[in-house]
């Protein structure tokens, strides 16, 4: 499976509930191997979800969130079928970016 | 350090013994017996419960499991098995040729015994003898890959109660009792047996965690740990009990662990599947 | 048997230039640590045969090879004696247990 | 059996098997009225915000304001997290206007542990996995209105297991 994103959008009356699973090793920084040297931190820094165009929900995380970072959240003005865009960026400069139809 | 070692030896020593008997190795009455020591101690668990582990004992436990179960941290290892499980080896042969059903919702049939062999044949031992008789390197017992196969197998019985069998052969009740006699053997330098922790004081807290009752401890195997950050099969677990209680472990899939995940299995026989789960 | 790579230590052949006048004390306190280290070796062989290994002894087994070549013999030999103490409960744990099990049992 | 629509599982759950409605749902009747919230900050993300040890001066940089605790926040924690890895923390109100939300940690390293800007439109119910170093209040704070409200909780954090 390419993308490290997970979405389940379900449209509950008007409101659309969105949980998200990301697979990131969401490291802090502060924790050591096991030879004692520091892990680098490697965490997520800011998750966006846009809905026609219009951010929805805008997430920017520190390192105390945990690896394979959670998020569930709602908002209202969506349909079935309308596509929701989700795309993160860590502190390394990476990306990853997919798209997912609302049920 | 020094306090809790007391406090543990302490805790080990004053619960009473249960009584002795007849010397027979007569399993179906062992399970009946185990069966009913948990639900005596624990009248308010529904007995499927008890696949749940330490999340049948405590509330507050029991919430936080919940919540990850709307989203849980295995999703990613379960749709990596789902795929390694597919693909085909050099050979173009599968590892569902080498299961009954095409390896699917069987998991709650093993570990089996084979009676050509003579041995117990765990899931994860029957996956590496499909790889090597398949012309494939064996993989690591305590890796991602096998938890990810296992999980998704897992996965397909969820449900489905555990359904062990012991064929009227004597290598195979010896198997059984070998098991049994590792489970309530104590080992390690905090002299401990798997009974100690998980029949004498199962719902106690080892500061943040809850110990599972015995009964249905493997039914969610393989289980993502909060604390590993990650997957981990039946072998990871047995091993890291055994360096908790300061024994230095035997190899996985060790004959000793064989027979003991075939104890295990076979007294929680009826419990559902719960696997692949996710723990403290 | 948890295969542990315990490459042997030179230790017999302690290096020739060592012929100082403290040699002698040192050659014996090495004759010392060598027997006491066999017979903690010994012993945690006889508690891996009964698949009853502690990880205090392999760690005190460690300890006392790691002071022997520093040439720390006193330390070496204490930390060999602990290693064989420990490995000796470990078998007198095992062979306790063959019967003691029973008395945890469910029935 | 897993049913794979579009790409995800729809793992079945024995847990949630008839458990109903997904809990957010149930909120999602608060009262959300016509206000025009302030629009999402969009300011890009508080750098140095996150990088503060101590508590007020994480909030200061990030508000300024002062904050008022308040009984319309519902802030969900568990008494004793199960592993301080993973310590599900979710928060509801029925503040109207809400425009952000934060968690902060006074006993982790970094006390501020994520930032949330609600744009119009999206219910102020959050429910997200925190990591916590040890015992520790857990603070959310809802901007609504311009104003600053808080609610707090104190989470016991413990390793598990024999140790050694």
Request: glycine share 8%.
């Amino acid at each position: 499976m390419a993308s490290s994103i997970r979405v389940r959008a379900i449209l509950n009356g008007e409101t659309t509930e969105v949980q998200t699973l990301i697979q990131h090793p969401m490291d802090s920084g502060f924790i050591k191997d096991d030879k004692g040297a520091f892990i680098p931190a490697h965490f997520i820094k800011e998750l966006t979800f846009e809905h026609n165009g219009r951010p929805v929900f805008i997430a920017d995380w520190g390192t105390a969130v945990s690896k394979d970072p959670y998020v569930k959240f709602a908002f209202k003005g969506a349909n079935k079928g309308d596509e929701l865009k989700v795309s993160w960026i860590d502190n390394k400069g990476e990306t990853d970016t997919a798209t997912f139809k609302i049920q | 350090m020094r306090f809790w070692l007391i406090t543990l030896a302490v805790l080990a020593l004053s619960v009473a013994h249960p009584a002795h008997a007849a010397d027979g190795i007569d399993p179906a009455a062992d399970a009946r017996a185990f069966r009913n020591y948990f639900v005596e101690k624990f009248p308010n668990v529904k007995l499927d419960d008890f696949a749940n582990g330490p999340y049948s004992l405590n509330e507050d436990m029991r919430r936080q499991w919940e919540e990850k179960e709307q989203f849980p941290p295995y999703e990613f290892s379960l749709e990596t098995g789902k795929e390694l499980f597919a693909k085909p080896f050099a050979n173009g042969k599968h590892y569902a040729d080498c299961f009954p059903e095409q390896g699917i919702g069987v998991r709650q049939n093993y570990p089996r015994f084979d009676e050509k062999t003579g041995q117990v044949i765990t899931l994860e031992l029957a996956l590496n003898l499909c790889r090597e008789t398949n012309g494939e390197k064996a993989i690591s017992y305590t890796g991602d890959d096998m938890a990810a196969l296992t999980a998704y197998m897992a996965f397909t019985s969820r449900g489905k109660p555990f359904d062990i069998k012991i064929p009227n052969d004597p290598r195979a009740l010896e198997a059984y009792e070998n098991g049994k006699r590792y489970f309530y053997t104590r080992r390690g330098q905090l002299n401990f047996s798997c009974a100690t922790c998980h029949v004498q004081n199962p719902g106690e807290r080892l500061r943040a965690e809850v110990l599972a009752p015995a009964l249905g401890i493997l039914n969610a195997l393989p289980i993502y740990r909060s604390e590993w950050g990650g997957m981990g099969t039946t072998s990871r677990r047995f091993v890291s009990c055994n360096s908790q209680v300061r024994g230095v472990p035997l190899e996985p899939q060790a004959e000793e662990y064989r027979d003991l995940e075939y104890f295990l299995s076979y007294v929680s026989n009826g419990l559902p599947i719960s696997g692949p789960g996710s723990r403290p | 048997m948890r295969i542990l790579s315990r490459a042997w230590m030179p230790l017999c052949c302690v290096p020739l230039a060592f012929l100082t006048s403290g040699a002698a004390l040192a050659a014996s306190s090495d004759a010392d640590f060598r027997s006491a280290y066999a017979r903690a070796d010994a012993a945690e062989k006889e508690a891996g045969r009964l698949r009853n290994q502690w990880i205090a002894t392999e760690a005190a087994l460690t300890e006392a090879r790691a002071a022997a070549e520093k040439q720390d013999f006193e330390a070496a030999i204490a930390a060999a004696k602990e290693a064989e103490a420990l490995a000796k409960a470990s078998i007198f744990q095992a062979t306790n247990e063959k019967d003691a099990w029973k008395n945890l049992e469910i029935r | 059996m897993t049913v794979f629509e579009e790409g995800f599982p729809v793992t079945r759950r024995l847990v949630l098997r008839g458990a109903g409605s997904v809990a957010l749902a149930g909120l999602g009747v608060a009262s959300f009225d016509v206000l025009p919230a302030l629009a999402a900050a969009n300011d890009k993300y508080p750098e140095d915000a996150f990088k503060q040890k101590d508590n007020k001066e994480a909030i200061k940089l990030l508000y300024g304001g002062p904050i008022e605790p308040s009984d319309k926040i519902k802030l969900d924690a568990p008494e004793i997290a199960e592993n301080g890895a993973v310590v599900p923390i979710s928060v509801s109100t029925s503040l109207a206007g809400v425009s952000s939300i934060a968690f902060v940690v006074p006993e982790n390293p970094n006390v501020l542990a994520a930032y949330y800007k609600i744009p119009q439109g999206t219910l102020p119910n959050i429910a997200n996995r925190l990591k916590m170093a040890k015992t520790s209040t857990v603070t959310v704070i809802v901007e609504s209105g311009g104003k600053l409200f808080s609610s707090t909780k104190e989470v016991k954090v413990t390793v598990g297991g024999c140790g050694g």
